[in-house]
T-cell receptor, first 115, second 115 residues
Framework: AQSVSQHNHHVILSEAASLELGCNYS??????LFWYVQYPGQHLQLLLKYFSGDPLVKGIKGFEAEFIKSKFSFNLRKPSVQWSDTAEYFC?????????????FGTGTKLQVIP | EPEVTQTPSHQVTQMGQEVILRCVPI?????FYWYRQILGQKVEFLVS????????KSEIFDDQFSVERPDGSNFTLKIRSTKLEDSAMYFC?????????????FGPGTRLTVL
């Protein structure tokens, strides 16, 4: 079974600071990787995804993530955060096996950006 | 851009009552899912549905839960006799084969409050 670990539960940053949120997954096969964002009171939005190819993926709103297969990691980064990035961020994975597999989410990281 | 829709956005019910949560997946999608997020916790998989039958279900999805695609467009989640611990945000998602893309598209969610 797959699992996802997010090590930072609550991160507080000042505006313009750089962000890196850790995500590690556990699964024996090939996976698809996702980062979702949930703004206060809103639903899940996809920030970026990785299926194959270039391990450095760029998403919306200036976010990027790097897939490091040897470390089973998919960390999310943004060079300069804004107050509007205050939200909860979920790393997620599903298996690239036959059929369309469930998505397993991490526990989430609450990001608070202070103006 | 096509999107998954869910109704109602908020449902309040008394413990022991039946509720039906409705979802309209993206029209050409073939795989459907329900997830839930208890307040302050991570998003958890409930069930996946393909070709008019359940593909996979989690241990949360007990006999009180059922899913149906009654008319080729709606996808419903029924909770037969709600419990206080069923209070959560319920997300519907859908995806489709053939594009090589494994992204699940999430709806905005239904907040279920059981009193």
């Amino acid at each position: 079974a797959q699992s996802v670990s997010q090590h930072n539960h609550h991160v507080i940053l000042s505006e313009a600071a750089s962000l890196e949120l850790g995500c590690n997954y556990s699964y024996g096969g090939t996976v698809n990787l996702f980062w979702y964002v949930q703004y206060p009171g809103q639903h899940l939005q996809l920030l970026l995804k990785y299926f194959s190819g270039d391990p450095l993926v760029k998403g919306i709103k200036g976010f990027e993530a790097e897939f490091i297969k040897s470390k089973f990691s998919f960390n999310l980064r943004k060079p300069s955060v804004q107050w509007s990035d205050t939200a909860e961020y979920f790393c997620a994975v599903n298996a690239q096996s036959g059929g369309y597999q469930k998505v397993t989410f991490g526990t989430g990281t609450k990001l608070q950006v202070i103006p | 851009e096509p999107e998954v829709t869910q109704t109602p956005s908020h449902q309040v019910t008394q413990m022991g009552q039946e509720v039906i949560l409705r979802c309209v997946p993206i029209s050409n999608h073939l795989y459907f899912y329900w997830y839930r997020q208890i307040l302050g916790q991570k998003v958890e998989f409930l069930v996946s549905f393909y070709n008019n039958e359940i593909s996979e279900k989690s241990e949360i999805f007990d006999d009180q839960f059922s899913v149906e695609r009654p008319d080729g467009s709606n996808f419903t989640l029924k909770i037969r006799s709600t419990k206080l611990e069923d209070s959560a945000m319920y997300f519907c998602a859908s995806t489709t084969p053939g594009t090589g893309v494994y992204e699940q598209f999430f709806g905005p969610g239904t907040r279920l409050t059981v009193l």
